[in-house]
């Protein structure tokens, strides 16, 4: 565990905070310190060190990835260097892999999906905690990212390899996230060995119509950190009828979101799509820096006590980069019976103040503003990765 808090050490040094010594973790075992693993690597290097390696790294990342920016893999960055304090580390590992859990020798493949910085290092924490040997697939898109943290912050290189195709590979378990598409290829391609998979997933946020500025301006960061591009950035937006659209697009402005449109690819998608829905006179309202497409209220329009939901045909879908679908409810009722109807599988998290009345172990509550701060013991999907790893290994 040790090694993992002078990675999230570092990443606070790479965001700006002052270094801090790292005590001892003999305390808290695991079975990365069981004697499996090889000797580590000399002491970190330091950061005076590593300081012309880092922005490079992230110069090489934002070529790869058109959506990434520094600015965001500095926030990433930043966050995961919270999550790995030691005290944060510690609470996570007692609670959810156990102190007296052991695994047997396993190799776990991850596969990466390379939407956002940093994206899978969950994964990777949760298999290198355990003592299992990892085999990597980083994305295409951020591989840099990757290299720099192997070379230069993980000292156990044999513990870990990073591979371009597990073709060929042999390894005991797979955790992979990707597009529905590859969701199918990953069902037959790692239908022989035990596997965590992940597909596309959406979330939504329900507003009450009397959020406070400083909640509309963390719905705005909700919505479009990242571009928008991952699974908790929220893409559908359930508002009442008397919802006050001036004052979420004043926090836009005030919260100097138009800024997206200096990345390339993220203009691009904004003003193909409002020409798309100027074209074919698609209701929307232009947010400056993001459409929010009107879907139709179906049968909204009944009495809420009369209201039922109409299977998934009036469902708002989620829009593409630089939209996000709305729909206007009369009754808070019946955002919540839409998003039911979706099923919980549809959904990543539902970002909301109200209190929401449906099973909080399927559809997962984020406050407003922390949809892209999850800790450590919020999983993707709700699966516990502990867990996978335990039912598969654990001795």
Known sequence: MAAWVRVG??????????????SAL??????????????????SEPASALAPLWPAACHAA???????????????????????????????????????????EATVAVVMAGNLPWVGLHDVLSVLLSGCNLLLKPSAKDRPLWDFWYQ?????????????DLKGEVFDAVIATGSDNTRRYFDYHFRSVPSLL??????????????????????????????????????VLWVPSHFKWERLLAALQSGGWHKCLNNEAYAHNYHYRKALF?????PHRDGGCVLFEQV?????????????????????????????????????????????????????????????????????????GRAQRPTLRDYADGVSIPGFLKENFAI
């Open 198 to 235: 992940r597909s596309h997933r959406n979330s939504c946020a329900v507003l009450k119509g009397d959020e406070s500025e400083a909640q509309l301006l963390g719905l705005c960061h909700d919505m479009l950190r990242y571009f928008g591009m991952g699974c908790r950035n929220v893409s």
């Open 296 to 368: 139709a209220e179906g049968q909204a329009a009944l009495k809420p006590a009369a209201w039922e939901p109409t299977q998934k045909a009036q469902h708002p879908r989620a829009s593409g980069v630089a939209t996000v679908a709305v729909q206007t409810y009369h009754h808070i009722d019946q955002a919540w019976a839409e998003i039911a109807a979706a099923g919980a599988a549809a959904w990543q998290c539902v970002v909301t103040e109200a209190e929401i009345p449906l099973s909080p172990a399927d559809f997962r509550r984020v406050p407003i």
């Open 9 to 22: 050490q570092r990443f606070r040094e790479f965001a700006g905070a002052a270094p801090e010594p790292v």
């Open 26 to 43: 003999s305390a808290v075992p695991s079975a990365a310190s069981d004697g499996r693993n090889p000797a580590p690597k000399p002491a």
């Open 152 to 164: 230069h912050l993980w000292p156990y290189p044999d513990q870990v390899r990073l591979v371009d």
């Open 62 to 104: 934002t070529t790869c990835q058109p959506f990434f920016t520094k600015e965001d893999i500095f926030y990433a960055t930043s966050a995961w260097g919270e999550s790995l304090r030691e005290e944060n580390l510690r609470t996570w590992y007692e609670a959810d892999f156990g102190l007296d859990t052991r695994f047997g």
């Open 278 to 282: 100027d074209m074919q006179h698609i």
